[in-house]
């Protein structure tokens, strides 16, 4: 079999572990970086490689920040009696990006998945009850993916926070596709919705 | 349904192939061997993805081909066309450059990327020797039969199924690490409830279809067996017992604190819908025990075309019947009985390895003759010569 140069044979190892990258578009951006020059080459490997030095954990909700406090929970006209709890970052930004939503996040960094050897432990959890038994938080939105495990995750921390009353939860449904071919997806999510399904108190 | 092109490349037996149906009947005559089943299934991969011999889709392709392509017409009742198209990688797929190593389905043109899309777009029922599992093997069998029926009638069930699965799997690992002491039981509840949601949504489907599927049996068996037999199909179940969503969600959550230490002790779940059946009876003994292997054959014969009725009824659109060699054990008058059964549906294609004569007493029929992978249109006179 042929054998790439080894730096350009190491760029595609190290590109093909990305998600959604094979080997062949692997090796599409190998090429294309190789021929954009040494200038460009360089750049893209500095910001890669900065990457982890700058960027933190927000401290109260999770989120990445470059200080002690994420832009979201530094920002005085964000609602703060508000809580919408997500599984990743990318969903936060999804939320954002529709800008319908002033309140605050917590990213629970993944769902509960014991054949992945999650558990609620690995989960940013305890450090979301600290704060709605803290802050006087008015309402917490689970905002998990409506698939077993974003399921299971939302019906775990609904358990956890019947201890405050005072507290209203309330569900939504993230992950469908907006604009892709919806024919099925929308008969499922339709029956769904009449079943009245999702509803959790 | 009916189909009106099939296109077959490196298929099982089949290098090329190319085949045009009319609508209405159309006879496949050939030996055993010759490829004749491959055609129907071939035709059952491209309506449903799914062949129904087997699930390991490499199988399917030629012997030493990088892949194979299947491509179909169908066209329903209201004269709407879908065509679709599916590639399937071969064993050597993937060493080649250029080479595509996923299956692919397309419809209309448009990429598929889950099944669920498709699902009961082309309606197509298919009987073959191997149903007869259906009467007299094990509940798995069975509970295949359900899912698959079930799957192309409701477009939530396959949803309902797969959630109910991953919720079975990750139940059981909690179950296990219980088990080795590392973790607390609460851990459960979240996947509990999981499990009682798609669970009862499940049971609800399986008992209406079973009950409808009862009914519409009854009438094809009773017609198959000159009156002599009554068919009843019975869902048996933990949750067959009851008769509203509430009740079963209820009744499951209830079997499943149970037998909580014993589904910790074993290290899975004891209790649900994974462990379904339906029982087939006729006239009041329980066919899977005490049938002949003759009453036993046309019983899974009567499922398969009582299937058929209920997705007439249920979607709307007559199904597409596919009938592999089911009449070559007939005798003559039941044979005839059966075509009339059928006789209303747009799309009817029926393998046999002979042309007996009730097959050639169907100048109506479009005839085609296999031998070795090789196919030709031919007159029932022709056939009947060779
Ligand atoms: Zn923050």
Not at chain 1, 89 to 97: C, G, I, P
Not at chain 1, 162 to 173: E, H, K
Not at chain 2, 57 to 75: E, M, T
Not at chain 2, 133 to 146: A, H, M, Q, T
């Amino acid at each position: 079999m042929l054998q790439y140069a080894r730096p350009l044979q190491r760029v595609i190892e190290e590109l093909q572990r990305l998600p959604g990258i094979g080997p062949k578009s692997a090796q599409r951006l190998a090429f294309y970086i190789l021929r954009s020059g040494p200038e460009a080459a360089r750049a893209l490997g500095e910001a890669i490689g900065s990457l982890p030095n700058g960027i933190g954990r927000c401290q109260v909700c999770h989120n990445y920040t470059e200080g002690e406090l994420c832009p979201i929970c530094d920002d005085p006209a964000r609602d703060r009696t508000t809580i919408c709890v997500v599984a990743e970052v990318s969903d936060l930004m999804a939320l954002e990006r529709s800008g319908e939503y002033r309140g605050s996040y917590h990213v629970l960094a993944g769902v509960l998945s014991p054949l992945e050897g999650i558990g609620p432990g690995d989960l940013n959890i305890d450090s979301l009850l600290d704060r709605v038994s803290q802050d006087g938080i008015r309402e917490v939105i689970l905002a998990t993916s409506p698939s077993v495990e974003g399921d299971a995750t939302a019906e775990h921390i609904r358990q956890l926070l019947q201890q405050y009353p005072g507290v209203v939860v309330t569900r939504i449904a993230l992950g469908l596709p907006v604009g892709a071919d919806l024919d099925y997806q929308d008969q499922v999510t339709i029956a769904r919705a009449l079943s009245g399904r999702r509803e959790m108190q | 349904m009916h189909i009106t092109k099939l296109a077959l490349e490196n298929f099982r037996i089949y290098p090329e192939l190319q085949m045009e149906f009319s609508q209405g009947l159309t006879i496949i005559v050939g030996p055993n061997a010759s490829g004749k089943t491959s055609l129907l299934e071939a035709i059952h991969l491209l309506a449903t993805t799914k062949s129904p011999r087997t699930h390991i889709d490499r199988q399917l392709v030629r012997s030493g081909a990088p892949h194979s392509r299947l491509q179909g017409q169908f066209v329903s009742t209201q004269n709407q066309a879908t065509n679709i198209s599916i590639t399937l990688p071969g064993e050597h797929a993937g060493e080649a450059e250029q080479i595509t190593t996923a299956k692919q389905v397309k419809m209309d043109g448009a990429a598929i990327d889950s099944v669920s899309q498709m699902i009961g777009r082309v309606p197509v029922v298919m009987f073959s020797t191997e149903d007869l599992n259906i009467v007299k093997g094990s509940p798995g069998y069975r509970r295949r039969f359900l899912n698959v029926a079930t799957a192309q009638l409701r477009p939530r069930y396959l949803d309902d199924l797969q959630r109910y699965r991953r919720a079975l799997s990750q139940r059981n690992q909690v179950l296990k690490s219980i088990r080795h002491a590392d973790a607390p039981r609460s851990g459960l509840g979240p996947w509990d409830t999981q499990l009682i949601e798609a669970g009862a949504a499940l049971a609800a489907d399986r008992q209406e279809f079973t009950q409808t599927l009862s009914e519409a049996a009854e009438l094809v068996h009773g017609d198959l067996s000159d009156g002599a037999e009554r068919l009843v199909l019975c869902y048996r179940g933990d949750l067959a017992d009851s008769d509203d969503d509430e009740a079963r969600k209820g009744r499951f959550a209830e079997l499943l604190a149970q037998n909580e230490d014993r589904d910790v002790e074993y290290g899975y779940t004891t209790v649900g819908v994974h462990r379904d059946d339906f029982s087939i009876i006729i006239n009041g003994t329980a066919l899977r025990r005490y049938g002949s292997q003759g009453q036993q054959r046309t019983a899974a014969l009567s499922l398969k075309l009582a299937q058929a009725d209920v997705v007439t009824a249920w979607r709307g659109e007559p199904p597409l019947l596919l009938l592999d060699d089911c009449l070559s054990e007939l005798d003559v008058c039941r044979g005839s009985r059966i075509l009339e059964l059928v006789q209303h549906l747009q799309g009817l294609i029926i393998t046999s390895p002979v042309l007996n004569e009730v097959l050639a007493a169907r100048s109506d029929a479009d005839f085609f003759r296999v031998e070795d992978g090789r196919i030709e249109q031919t007159t029932p006179g022709a056939a009947e010569m060779q």
